[in-house]
């Protein structure tokens, strides 16, 4: 027969970790607050690969995981161009991509803005000057605003989104 009571008042194996980032929640307090007064209750994001390594679209995904958790800021991820605020584009621009995604920002709706994440959507990254790449995605669309990092984290994601949106302001 087994004993089991030994192994119910062992020491944790795994540390504990704190469930709330007080970084995260102060800038997502600030996001919140600018979303509602330009967009009402929720900002909607399209996220566009148009040839990336996936490092960042990890990132990207990490923002929706219980730890970040941005719809409580109200940020939604969406999967048609036609409900999206924000083109949120990853990876440098393949030639292959270059007409879906000049279609992917004529289908959004009008004030659309545009963010370059990562290094190889905001120069071509290591991929710069090949013969497989346009480049950044400003070379085919108006890029608001390039997060830089290979791959930036969730926080500099959310960090760049509120500058997006105080620039939003100021545009309006």
Do not use: W
């Amino acid at each position: 027969m087994v004993n089991v009571f030994p192994s119910l008042f062992k020491k944790n194996l795994t540390e504990d970790v704190p469930t709330r980032d007080d970084e995260v929640e102060r800038i997502g307090k600030a996001l919140k607050t600018e979303i509602g007064s330009l967009f009402g209750q929720s900002l909607a994001i399209r996220a566009l690969d148009t040839g990336s390594d996936n490092a960042t679209e990890i990132e990207i995904n990490n923002l929706s995981n219980p730890y970040y958790d941005v719809e409580r800021f109200g940020i939604i991820f969406v999967a048609s161009p036609r409900h999206a605020d924000v083109l949120l584009v990853t990876g440098a621009v393949t030639h292959n991509m270059v007409i879906a995604a000049q279609k992917t920002y004529e289908a959004m709706p009008s004030p659309k803005f545009v963010v370059a994440v990562g290094d190889d959507a905001c120069t071509g990254g290591i991929y710069r000057g090949s013969y497989a790449v346009m480049g950044g995605v400003d070379t085919i669309l108006p890029v608001d605003l390039k997060i830089p990092g290979n791959p930036p984290t969730p926080t500099e994601i959310l960090t760049g989104l509120l500058a997006l949106m105080k620039r939003a302001r100021d545009r309006k």
